[in-house]
């Protein structure tokens, strides 16, 4: 697919120029972790709830699927966790290794398409943590069904993506704050690349997809887990101010 390999190269541009997704985490916070004072995000603002983790992360085998940033990974590790991050961009996992190297950390870092994670055994992890990246992928069902294969009997898959309103306005007005509808539901930027403003956008920042909402919800349902845990975000768009259009869930693997 070559739109895994394009996306790869326009996410290390994109760690390059300190990305909001690629800022990594101070010393500070690094160090906060270790003395239990700690949080991740799987959407753009919102902490994810204490209580949707295991109360003794310590040795914890947590795969932070398409999770290179030296955001997640880092936190995690410093609370105990045997953390491998997982990520389509080798400039993303060099986040990661900077943390881990800067403050002592031991992080196990794999570039690969979140589609397949053959180089992993069935049941290898106790936890996922997959932040909002899954509309950079043609196929989610796939995605799930992964999570659900690594994942051990009972183990814990959270993650974030976003509502795919904002593919449906036509782009370069959208830019401007003007609302017109043009694309249809489930979009992909790479069926309208005689939009000119759709080929800027994703040759910038990356080949997306708008997933349907039942895509997203349903399709973990169906890769065999039950949904235990939701809430909304902002998504940093125009939308912000009407309607939170991120979102989380915390999934267990039944």
């Not at 990305?19 to 270790?34: I, L, P």
């Not at 990520?87 to 990661?96: A, C, F, H, I, V």
């Not at 031991?106 to 909002?132: C, E, K, R, Y």
Request: with cysteine; charged share 25%.
């Amino acid at each position: 697919m070559k739109y895994v390999e394009e996306n790869s190269r326009i996410w290390d541009k994109r760690a390059e120029n300190n990305d909001r997704w690629s800022t990594v985490v101070t010393a500070e916070e690094v160090a906060k972790a270790r003395n239990g004072e700690w949080h991740i995000i799987l959407t753009p603002e919102k902490p994810v709830p204490r209580d949707w983790f295991p109360s003794d992360m310590n040795g914890l085998k947590v795969l932070c699927l398409a999770s290179g940033g030296g955001q997640q990974g880092p936190i995690l590790a410093a609370i105990g966790a045997e953390v491998t991050v997982f990520d389509n961009s080798q400039g993303q996992l060099e986040k990661d290794l900077y943390v881990a190297k800067r403050d002592g950390l031991t992080i196990n870092t794999v570039q690969g398409n979140m589609q397949d994670l053959s180089m992993f055994a069935d049941a290898s992890f106790d936890l996922i943590v997959h932040p909002w990246s899954n509309n950079y992928v043609d196929d989610i069902l796939i995605v799930w069904k992964e999570c659900s294969r690594v994942l051990k009997k009972g183990g814990t898959l959270l993650a974030g993506f976003g509502s795919p309103l904002e593919y449906i306005f036509d782009l370069k007005k959208f830019e401007k704050g003007e609302l017109e509808l043009k694309y249809s539901i489930p979009y992909a930027d790479i069926d309208h690349q005689d939009d000119e403003a759709v080929r800027e956008v994703s040759k910038a920042e990356g080949y997306s997809w708008g997933h349907p909402i039942e895509e997203q919800i349903q399709g973990q349902i169906s890769a065999g887990f039950v949904i235990t845990g939701f809430y909304e975000d902002r998504g940093c768009w125009l939308f912000d101010n009407y309607i939170n259009t991120s979102m989380a869930t915390k999934a267990i693997k039944m």
